[in-house]
């Protein structure tokens, strides 16, 4: 079998580290994962727990840069209320495949997929489900959302404020 280059130079190892440490962040997302900025968006896929759940991030790479992902949520649970914040949050085009039984709970938004550079479509598959518990919108695309073959159930807004369960800002 080959040696891993990291066997033979600790500072592969030490920068790889650095790197996904400075991308991935915390591997706990069960009170929400923020991928708003450039600088927070892994490079390579990463997987993250959420509850009794994971999560696993797979970015599409061109030039350095992430320019969509395939978020796979796996019997997750998020609630972002204590921090409140956006359950999920992602700056790039996104498909979220769902497997088993997934949840978010949050103040805010449950998932918002937003791009500064115009359109950032959301498709949502999967035989599984996804309940959202939110105070504002349920889920929001500056894109086009799809919904192929999964279950999504949302309660949203609150007695105080508007929301609506799916809004496309396209």
């Known amino acids: 079998a080959p040696i891993p280059p990291t066997a033979i130079n600790p500072e592969i190892r030490s920068f790889e580290m650095e790197n996904l440490m400075r991308t991935a962040g ?19 896929e990463t997987t993250y727990t959420a509850g009794a759940g994971e999560i696993i991030w ?3 790479v061109e030039n350095g840069k992430v320019t969509s992902a395939v978020l796979v949520m796996r019997n997750v649970q998020i609630d972002s209320t204590a921090v ?4 999920v949050v992602v700056s790039v085009p996104c ?6 039984e997934n949840s978010i709970t949050s103040d805010k938004m449950g998932v918002y997929v937003v791009s500064d550079l115009g359109d950032a479509d959301l498709t949502i598959t999967g035989p599984g489900s996804l309940e ?3 105070q504002t919108d349920g ?5 086009n959302i799809l919904i192929d073959g999964a279950q999504i ?3 949203y807004g609150s007695a105080s404020g508007n929301g609506c369960g799916l809004r496309s800002l396209h």
């Open 95 to 100: 498909r979220i495949e769902l497997e088993g």
């Open 153 to 155: 159930r949302i309660d």
């Open 132 to 134: 959202i518990h939110s």
């Open 84 to 87: 409140q914040k956006t359950g």
């Open 58 to 60: 797979k970015p599409a």
């Open 26 to 44: 915390s591997v706990d997302k069960s009170a929400g994962l923020d991928f708003r900025y450039e600088s927070q968006m892994p490079t390579i």
């Open 139 to 143: 889920i929001q695309a500056t894109g």
